[in-house]
């Protein structure tokens, strides 16, 4: 059974930090480069970071660029989201997503995603 779940959301206050991971299985973990996207109530899905298949390359969106590291460990199947100085504006859920073709540098769209974990909530506080 092909899953992706993400953890480690949940309520900070600005400048804080959380990590998020997502675990993978019933797909070859590193044959798929794997990103973060998130989306806020009334808002358009939106790529956050992505990191590729087989050199470990990421690219940020510049929103979150210098405050948000992607990393990977194929070992573990897991992808994580280091997310430090928040900001009420990054409030959004947080969902991981995995896909076969993606030219990581670009981060691609969501339909570009052959696989997607349920969301975890994402709460920064003033």
């Known amino acids: 059974e092909v899953q992706l779940q993400a953890f480690g959301g949940g309520l900070v206050q600005a400048g804080g930090s959380l990590r998020l991971s997502c675990t993978a299985s019933g797909f070859t973990f590193d044959d798929y480069a794997i990103s973060w996207f998130r989306q806020a109530p009334g808002k358009e899905r939106e790529a956050v970071s992505c990191?590729?298949?087989?050199?470990?390359?990421?690219t940020y969106a510049d929103s979150v660029k210098g405050r948000f590291t992607i990393s990977r460990d194929n070992a573990k199947n897991t992808v994580y989201l280091q997310m430090n100085d928040l900001r009420p504006e990054d409030t959004a859920v947080y969902y991981c997503a995995a896909g076969s073709r993606i030219i990581y540098s670009m981060l691609g769209v969501p339909s570009s995603y052959e696989h997607w974990g349920q969301g975890t909530q994402v709460t920064v506080s003033s």
């Open positions: 990191i590729s298949s087989n050199d470990g390359s990421t």
